[in-house]
């Protein structure tokens, strides 16, 4: 059983950056495919950006040039710096973690508002 603890929830000012933390318990973690989902509500939770076992990074065309996702396999962490923020980038984000059996896990989300 793998647990995603998120971290980095926050009000950022537009223009501006926050880095978001995902903590993952068990092991195995470098083996897994690792990604960050937003929501908004009543929206559907939407990609935005995953990252490999072997650290091959793709991205939502909304979040391209502006977010960068990153992984420390020593610390079971992956990572999402965001910068160049937009209201538009308000959500809850949620880590997301899949094991080579296509076991799926998600975190309890953390909350990011872009506002002035």
């Known amino acids: 059983q793998v647990q995603l603890a998120e971290s980095g929830r926050g009000l950022v000012q537009p223009g501006g950056s926050l880095k978001l933390s995902c903590a993952a318990s068990?092991?195995?973690?470098?083996?897994?495919?690792m990604a960050w989902y937003r929501q908004l509500p009543g929206n559907k939770r939407d990609l935005v950006a995953t990252?490999?076992?072997?650290?091959?990074?793709n991205y939502a065309d909304s979040v391209k040039g502006r977010f960068t996702i990153s992984r420390d396999n020593a610390k079971n962490t992956i990572y999402l710096q965001r910068d160049s923020l937009k209201p538009e980038d308000t959500a809850v984000y949620y880590c997301?973690?899949?094991?080579?059996?296509?076991?799926?896990?998600w975190g309890l989300g953390t909350q990011v508002t872009v506002s002035s």
């Open positions: 997301y973690a899949r094991s080579m059996s296509w076991s799926v896990y």
């Open positions: 068990g092991s195995g973690f470098s083996m897994y495919v």
């Open positions: 990252i490999s076992s072997g650290n091959i990074a």
